[in-house]
């Protein structure tokens, strides 16, 4: 395929454009293979650089005076939730850029995609493709008798969606972990994804293909086993409600039976919403939808953002996270979770609780690394998941990872000096999953991004992101290391709409000036503290006089 053939009009003079927080701007649109450029140079040169790819929808609209069409305007609703709108004065034209917009917007091949086209303009002082790996993100674990990494995946035939790499038991060979994933839904064995500092393990995995013969699978059960200390047991939490769990058990599907996980305790913790994509995106949309609309003031307003089910979906995958890293801190219980095929809640969940008991994963190369071996290198399909923002449709398209980075601005929102990234880093992530000139959400999988030459051929997000003079953009001025686990509220009124990111085209930010009356209150306590420690220690030397012999 060539670009030339799906451009049908490469540039037009006298397009209007009409952007949130800007100036009417009159110029001249250029359309290339990747981007949408409208410059004007009248008073000053303004630009406006628009990746196709950012393209969610496209909606049009003729001006019709006495019966005739004259022109019309282009309004495009973006994934990164702008709306933008184009006025055209030529009918021809109006038509020539829609469909143009339309053929380049919605290329599906992600080798056409412009990481690959992309050149770095200023030296990489590390390469993100590389920085973080499995042997080096478990090295403390590693380092234990307990596990090792395995390779039986080396060539992505056991389970396609994990990395070649992973983390195991180590009394468990390869040919057992082979055969327990073919019982797995999507050969999505029980892996390691997290051991706390108490030797409590999180294990994730796919549902198992117990089926309506109630199949059996020795090997599976064999790696979950070695994973319990003697007179102790695990915990299996499965994602799903009792319904969706029958369902799937009337497609081969299911979940473990007491009799089969004797040293394991079975709960369900429904999140039937997050892996249900199209639900999941619609209520999304609802929730971009009532913060577009322009009742914000209004009473109703806040009940219908409740009633889109965003909030709630927050709210229940903080919450489950909560209960998870309950048994893992408090108890030291090793947690096997999953739901249906492993890629979404289960990521989700597993993310959130290593937010909750590990301090590295709420610095900015931590929640990087996070990421990396949560989402990326465990499979969730970015390529996919992601083909659709809040005003678009695709088949399987959900915004799981957008959920996940709205529960860690909640984190934010409740924690404010326990992170060193502010908000702008996750809005950033969010921007560059959905579109990008990086190659670090491209495709599903490490096998195809492998395959397509994806760390070979394009630039990573975090070689852009880590250079200290972007870096410095998204450092958290309030941040207060502390080792200390954190237990956000999961209350109703807890949850804080993410105006940064949702409401940012229609309601000016205040960030800078919320974060200055944190750093006020933050400089107070510490001298209160101070006081406080002074006063203690004149009062035990007082003590000390006047008991003195």
Not at 204 to 209: F, N, S, T, W
Not at 236 to 253: A, T, V
Request: charged share 20%; hydrophobic share 35%.
């Amino acid at each position: 395929m060539e670009f030339i053939e799906l451009i049908l009009i490469n540039k037009l003079d006298g397009v209007v454009l009409k952007h949130p927080h800007h100036d009417t701007i009159d110029g001249t649109v250029c359309i290339t293979g990747h981007h949408l450029i409208l410059s004007c140079r009248k008073e000053g040169v303004r630009e406006l650089w628009l990746l196709h790819k950012n393209i969610d929808s496209i909606e049009k609209k003729e001006n019709k005076g006495r019966g005739i069409v004259q022109g019309g305007s282009l309004f495009l609703k973006c994934k990164d939730l702008r709306i933008i709108q184009l006025d055209i004065s030529g009918t021809t034209e109006l038509h020539l850029v829609a469909q143009t917009l339309e053929n380049l917007s919605n290329i599906q091949d992600p080798s056409h995609f412009y990481p690959f086209f992309y050149r770095h303009m200023h030296p990489i002082m590390e390469n993100g493709h590389t920085l973080y790996s499995i042997e080096g993100e478990f090295t403390k674990v590693l380092a234990t008798e307990e596990w090792r990494i395995s390779r039986v995946n080396q060539h992505y035939t056991v389970c396609p969606g994990y990395s070649k790499a992973v983390v195991v038991p180590k009394s468990i060979d390869d040919e057992t972990l082979a055969m327990a994933a073919s019982f797995r839904q999507g050969g999505r064995f029980p892996v390691l994804s997290y051991r706390h500092n108490n030797g409590a393990v999180l294990i994730r995995a796919g549902q198992p293909l117990y089926g309506l013969m109630h199949r059996r699978c020795r090997p599976d059960e064999a790696i979950l086993n070695s994973i319990v200390s003697p007179g102790m047991k695990g915990i299996i939490y499965d994602l799903r409600s009792s319904n969706s769990i029958s369902q799937q058990l009337n497609k081969g599907g299911g979940t473990e039976t007491a009799s089969n996980y004797s040293q394991w305790k079975i709960f369900n913790r429904s999140m039937d919403e997050v892996d249900n994509q199209q639900q999941l995106l619609e209520s999304f949309s609802k929730l971009i939808e009532a913060c577009m609309s322009e009742d914000i003031s209004s009473d109703k307003w806040v009940s219908r953002l409740e009633s889109c089910g965003w909030a709630e979906s927050v709210r229940n995958s903080l919450h489950t996270a909560c209960i998870i890293a309950q048994h893992i801190h408090h108890k030291a219980e090793p947690v096997l979770v999953h739901g249906t095929r492993g890629e979404d809640a289960t990521l989700l969940v597993c993310s959130l609780v290593q937010i909750i008991l590990n301090p590295d994963c709420r610095t900015i190369r931590g929640l990087q690394a996070l990421i990396e071996r949560e989402w990326l290198l465990a499979g969730h399909p970015f390529g996919t998941r992601l083909r659709a923002g809040a005003y678009g449709s695709a088949p399987r398209a959900a915004p799981t990872f957008p959920l996940f980075l709205d529960c860690v601005r909640q984190f934010l929102e409740q924690f404010p000096c326990s992170f060193e990234y502010r908000q702008s880093f996750l809005v950033i992530l969010f921007e560059h999953a959905y579109a990008s000139q990086f190659g670090t959400f491209l495709c599903d999988s490490e096998q195809e991004r492998t395959s397509r030459g994806v760390y070979t051929q394009t630039t990573s997000l975090w070689s852009w992101v880590n250079a200290p003079d972007e870096l410095a953009n998204h450092i958290n001025p309030l941040y207060d290391p502390t080792p200390n686990v954190i237990w956000p509220s999961v209350a109703p009124m807890s949850y804080v709409i993410w105006e940064e990111l949702y409401l940012r085209w229609l309601v000016k930010q205040n960030t800078e000036e919320r974060e200055e009356q944190y750093r006020t209150i933050r400089t107070r306590e510490q001298q209160l503290r101070a006081q406080a420690q002074q006063l203690r220690r004149e009062l035990l030397d007082v003590a000390q006089q006047y008991y003195a012999p």
